[in-house]
């Protein structure tokens, strides 16, 4: 068969699973996704598979990517807990290209150390969805390598004409500590003070952090400011956010930062912590604000709220960033 497998450990909304479910649908007949463990979310699709494991660590579907892999010229594995799918793959399909696909600049704990360590020296190739995420393997990259980095834009936005600023903010992603919502709430308390007009929307399920996350809005009063959706689809994010004016991210960690990519296409002025791509994408009051610090950042917002023009400016050169740029 030709194309590709693309194997990960669950299906979900991160950064790796939705651009391989939407590669999956872009081409059918040359991408398949297999996922270890769970249900398929989104609609269903022939070449997007569940190997029915009762987790990423079960042996058995592993097992079966091992022989599926048999069909295809190159598999493709995202995240550390794919490591056993990868090493069944090198033992029952050897003549299959393994790929090792990056998605952050940093291993989290031991056991993603330890298993990307084993992913790059069982792989032919390392990809990685920025040139951060790559730096980041450091020391667990064997020595000669083949690497590449691949774009990670997922699809096409149109970019929404806004007039003049106003202090609605808005954010989609996992409800996930490293995504730091609970900092992005307390910049947000900040601003509300003196702006009773301002406005935060957080859209994305549950991944650990929502019940602390609504707690901090209660405590800090501002349960008629702050709005928590739930997970929506990206037709659905792009249609709410043409009715916000910033995007806030301060997360602690990120690689190509998929959600900051689609925010700038769409126009929004992006807040962000400088860290994975963030900090490449934006730059201080040209293509957004880069959030040093609470104090720093809401003088800048400030600045930006002050000055249509700015704010104009910044949504433009936002949307130019990603004009033309290559898809995934």
Known sequence: MAGLLHVLPHDGVGGAEI???????????????????????????????????????????????????????????????????????????????????LHSD?????????????????????????????????????????TRIISFVANRLTGTTRAAPRPRFIFWG????LK??????????????????????IIGPDDGSEAGLRNQVAALRLGDKVTFAGGKTMNEIAAIAADYDFFLQLSEQEG??????????????????????????????????????RDQAAADIARILGDPALFARIGAAAVDHWRGARLY
């Open 174 to 177: 996992r409800l996930t500590p």
């Open 106 to 146: 940093r291993r989290v704990h031991l056991p993603d150390r330890l298993a990307t360590w084993l992913q790059a020296r069982l792989a032919h190739e390392i990809w990685a969805d920025c040139r951060r995420s790559l730096d980041g393997l450091g020391s667990l990259m064997p020595a000669g390598k083949p």
């Open 256 to 293: 190509a930062a998929m959600s900051l990519i689609e925010a700038m296409q769409l126009g929004l002025a992006p807040i962000v912590t400088p860290v994975g791509e963030m900090g490449t994408y934006v730059r201080a009051l040209e293509t957004g604000v880069v959030y040093e610090s």
């Open 19 to 101: 651009a391989a479910r939407q590669a999956a649908q872009a081409a059918p007949d040359r991408v398949t996704v297999a996922v270890l463990a769970g249900a398929i979310h989104g609609p269903a699709q022939p070449n997007r598979i569940s190997l029915n494991g009762f987790d990423s660590y079960d042996p058995l579907p592993a097992l079966r990517v091992g022989v599926l892999a048999r069909k295809y010229p190159v598999a493709i594995f995202s995240l550390w807990k794919s490591t056993l799918a990868m090493l069944a793959t090198a033992l029952i399909s050897p003549g299959t290209l393994r790929v090792l696909l």
């Open 180 to 201: 730091r919502i609970n900092v992005a709430i307390a910049l947000f308390a900040e601003l509300a003070r003196t702006r009773p007009d301002a406005r935060f929307m």
